[in-house]
């Protein structure tokens, strides 16, 4: 049974920054893309960032590029979303995802963690 779990989650002020980190269990984590979703209250899911098995290729929202970094650490089977010069706008539940295949900018993964809430006040 997979399992994605996320955690770091929490309140920050603009500018300043956060790491998220997924905890993946259930499959070969190195055979797997991951990717970062959010969803903000009354909005759809959107994407964040992906990197493919490798760690190699990544992917990234226009409005996160220059300011998030998703990374990988196959020995402890965990994604990491660091996030530097938060918005407001950037609030949000952010999702932990897990496909087979590199999405590149799509939000559309077959295994979805629970979700860690990020408060940006201004």
């Known amino acids: 049974q997979v399992q994605l779990v996320e955690s770091g989650g929490g309140s920050v002020q603009a500018g300043g920054s956060l790491r998220v980190s997924c905890a993946a269990s259930?499959?070969?984590?190195?055979?797997?893309?991951m990717g970062w979703i959010r969803q903000a209250p009354g909005k759809e899911r959107e994407f964040v960032a992906s990197?493919?098995?490798?760690?190699?290729?990544?992917s990234y929202a226009d409005s996160v590029k220059g300011r998030f970094t998703i990374s990988r650490d196959d020995a402890r089977n965990t994604v990491y979303l660091q996030m530097n010069s938060l918005k407001p706008e950037d609030t949000a539940v952010y999702y932990c995802?897990?496909?087979?295949?590199?999405?590149?900018?799509?939000?559309?993964?077959?295994?979805w963690g629970q979700g860690t809430q990020v408060t940006v006040s201004s």
């Open positions: 995802a897990a496909d087979k295949f590199f999405k590149g900018t799509s939000p559309s993964y077959d295994y």
């Open positions: 259930g499959l070969t984590f190195s055979n797997y893309a």
């Open positions: 990197v493919n098995w490798s760690g190699i290729r990544t």
